[in-house]
């Protein structure tokens, strides 16, 4: 693994370490709590399928392009659109755009995210018979304490990145990794030999054809952008911290092969795991209408319960780890979410990193703590800047990439790395992808999106 000399910018010191801090910023809530949710709630293999489109055909475009326009410019989402603005004053706007959906996503995130942390204690708790404390950790409506644990992730986010890239973020993320994968593959092995689990096998993957309509597609697509961490910037931040002799398009194939696969173990377990708690007498689904209860709260409604009723320490490791195993796979994540507005203002308002990431972690602490309180708002901020701003920036980066910046450009870049990509058949496939089957897609998803928000 070759060493980089790291400039004050930092860098990534290894391919590896740049890979696994790309593909931990996209492994996180999104996956293990939001893939297996809209696949229960969406009829199944179904949405698999339409979400593995997605995810190929647009996301995989998309993270090729925010890396380039990141290595290229080597700098945050809001100084690389002016780099490449040629003095236009709109394009900066996507980098703007990119830096508040990260401090406004990063705020809901922290009180999900500090949700897996009361967990952890609330099956700690139940295991040694404190059943009042229990209950008070395992509220999810209870204000205070959602603020308290919010609070808590958002410093321990705020430490790692003060840390720097390749101290911080990568060396964290490196560690973290196979842990997290370690940990997914015994809890799966663990819960086949409970009853009930097959039952979600068969879910799982016996696709329902019939949900199909343009509520999944749109969930689809808002998902495979939520979890590939695309459409503010971040992996444009990710992509700044490359060095020239590393292989975008190898890279982001390997990171989105990556986080699809994570999602699609991670559904080996949650769904299995919500059938062995409906055996066990928990009501999942709404006898009448079939539909899932509570998608939100899912994960920590029914999972808790699947542990309390296997019971006994096995019980309690298996809750703890999963807890814990969540959330680290958060930590990942909400990292490269403070990375985005923090490398902005360091970059662009000459602030050190320390004081920049305490600066932009109080504004989302203060936030996340409103959201803490007021639970109910968490869904409006998801219908704003994960289904349609995600969506938004990314149709920006391509309108940008393929119309403004010009493909050539891009592809010059690309070439360091990666040399001859530029005159081969997959950049044709790829600029046919940016400049318009992307584009396109995006836009009508976008365009009913709005439609349905506003009726
Ligand atoms: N991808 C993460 C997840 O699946 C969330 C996330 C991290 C994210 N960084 C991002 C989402 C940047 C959008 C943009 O949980």
């Given at each position: ?30 996956n ?12 199944g ?18 993270m090729i392009a ?13 100084g ?44 700690l ?5 404190y ?13 205070f304490?959602?603020?308290?644990f919010?609070?808590f ?22 560690l ?26 068969i879910?799982?993957f ?35 911290y ?14 989105t092969?990556f986080?699809i ?26 006898p ?12 920590f409604?029914v999972?808790?319960e ?28 909400s ?14 308002h000459n602030?050190k ?20 309180i ?10 704003i ?14 309108l ?10 891009a ?45």
């Amino acid at each position: 693994m070759a060493t980089i000399i790291e400039s004050s910018r930092g860098t990534w010191n290894s391919k590896l370490g740049f890979i696994l801090a790309a593909a931990g910023s996209a492994v996180g809530l999104g996956n293990i709590w939001g893939f297996p949710t809209q696949v229960a709630d969406n009829g199944g293999a179904a949405f698999i399928l339409i979400y593995l489109i997605c995810c190929l055909i647009i996301g995989f475009p998309v993270m090729i392009a925010e890396l380039t326009i990141g290595r290229r410019t080597q700098k945050n989402p809001v100084g690389a659109f002016k780099a490449l603005s040629n003095g236009n004053k709109f394009v900066p706007l996507i980098g703007y755009w990119g830096v508040i959906c990260g401090v406004m996503i990063l705020s809901f995130y922290v009180v999900i995210s500090g949700w897996t942390l009361a967990f952890v204690f609330e099956e700690l708790f139940y295991f040694f018979s404190y059943d009042t404390a229990a209950i008070y950790v395992g509220d999810l409506g209870n204000g205070f304490k959602n603020a308290i644990f919010t609070l808590f992730f958002m410093v321990l986010t705020i430490l790692v990145v003060t840390g720097g890239v390749s101290k911080g973020i990568e060396r964290v993320t490196k560690l973290l990794m196979p842990v997290l994968i370690g940990i997914l593959l015994i809890l799966i092995a663990y819960i086949f030999t409970l009853e009930g689990a097959f039952d979600g096998m068969i879910m799982y993957f016996n696709p329902d054809f019939s949900t199909i309509n343009g509520t999944l597609i749109l969930s689809a697509l808002g998902q495979a952008f939520f979890s590939l961490s695309l459409g503010m910037g971040a992996l444009i931040t990710y992509g700044s911290y490359l060095n020239k002799k590393q292989n975008i398009v190898e890279s982001a194939a390997y990171v989105t092969i990556f986080d699809i696969g994570i999602a699609v173990i991670a559904g080996l377990l949650v769904i299995p795991a919500m059938f062995v708690a409906q055996a066990g007498g928990v009501e999942i689904f709404d006898p009448v209408t079939g539909a899932l209860f509570s998608s939100t709260t899912l994960v920590f409604d029914v999972l808790p319960e699947m542990f309390h009723n296997v019971g006994g320490v096995i019980g309690l490791l298996l809750g703890v780890t999963f807890f814990i195993l969540l959330g680290l796979a958060a930590l990942t994540s909400s990292i490269s979410l403070l990375e985005v507005p923090v490398s902005y203002v360091i970059d662009e308002h000459n602030i050190k990193r320390k004081k920049a990431a305490w600066m932009v972690g109080s504004i989302v602490g203060v936030i996340g703590v409103v959201l803490s309180i007021e639970t109910v708002l968490i869904d409006y901020f998801v219908n704003i800047f994960n289904e349609v701003g995600l969506p938004l920036g990314g149709l920006m980066i391509c309108l940008f990439l393929g119309y403004f910046w010009k493909s050539e450009n891009a592809l010059l870049e690309m070439e360091d790395g990666n040399k001859g990509i530029s005159s081969s058949k997959f950049s044709t496939i790829w600029i046919i992808f940016i400049k318009f089957i992307s584009p396109i897609l995006i836009a009508l998803v976008l365009i009913s999106t709005i439609w349905r928000l506003l009726s």
